[in-house]
């Protein structure tokens, strides 16, 4: 198990500690390493003292979704295999993670689901319809690094997996914190409370044009099929668990 680390970010209201903290017990006990980005180290300290939980302080003032996959750089230095996953995402069956200790990861960057099944039905990065403040400079800034960006299939990125095979962290950072940069200065004008939001376009773009593999991994898909569902808004109230309410 030690080949494969999980992190979270967590930050803001209760239910996305909550949130945290239930994946993070269910991970521990099944022998795994947890690593999270929080702007609360005490808050997990106190419950999980002693454990194989690495706290990373989040103390950016004006927080962004795009930090979460700064956790690559830390999982990485200590394990080949690195799954982020949303604080809120509910998992409906932890025995999940007992098959994924031998799975055969591809290579580069994985994920199992788009935002086609998201409350967005965006098939392609090109239905994301872009012309407002909040998206225009970056996707100028994005059809330039990337100019068939239009075409490229979108991900949900609740649950993604980062193979230090295949994958190319300098190039890839060097990117994607570009992007970030220009993404956040299109949210801070909209005086959004947290910024970031579409990060997993700038983790395709990144990829693509650094040559880094990145793909839907079918298999993986169907291995988590019926074990996890990720909570949004839109979400109806009756499917959402108590700990997550």
């Known amino acids: ?22 994946k993070i017990k269910n991970l521990l006990d099944r022998g795994y390493s947890c690593y999270v980005l929080t702007d ?6 106190k419950k999980f003292w002693g454990r194989s939980l690495h706290l990373i302080p989040y103390n950016r003032n004006y927080k962004s979704f795009y ?21 809120d995402l509910h998992v409906i069956d932890y025995n999940l993670f007992d098959r994924l200790e031998k799975y055969d990861f591809n290579e580069g960057v994985s994920y199992v689901d ?4 998201h409350s967005g039905k965006f098939k392609t990065v090109g239905d994301i319809p872009m012309e407002g403040d909040e998206w225009l400079e970056y996707g100028n800034y994005v059809t330039q690094l990337y100019p068939n960006i239009k075409d490229v299939e979108t991900l949900w990125e609740y649950f993604i997996v980062f193979n230090k095979k295949g994958f190319d962290s300098e190039k890839f950072f060097n990117t994607y914190e570009k992007l970030q ?26 990829c693509l044009v650094n040559d880094i593999p990145i793909q839907k ?29």
Request: hydrophobic share 35%; aromatic share 8%.
């Open 67 to 87: 930090d979460k996959i700064s956790l690559i750089k830390t999982i990485h230095g200590k394990h080949d295999i690195a799954i982020l996953l949303d604080a």
């Open 40 to 45: 609360d180290t005490d808050f997990f300290l």
């Open 114 to 117: 788009t935002l086609l099944n």
């Open 181 to 206: 940069v220009v993404k956040e200065f299109c949210d801070v004008k909209l005086e959004k409370e947290v910024s970031g939001a579409g990060e997993g376009i700038s983790i395709s773009v990144s």
């Open 1 to 22: 198990m030690d080949h494969i680390g999980f992190g979270m970010m967590c930050f803001g209201k209760e239910v996305y500690f909550k949130g945290t903290q239930e």
């Open 217 to 245: 991994d079918n298999r993986l898909v169907s291995l988590t099929t019926n074990t996890l569902k990720p909570i949004t808004r839109h979400t109806p109230t009756s499917e959402i668990p108590d700990y997550l309410k």
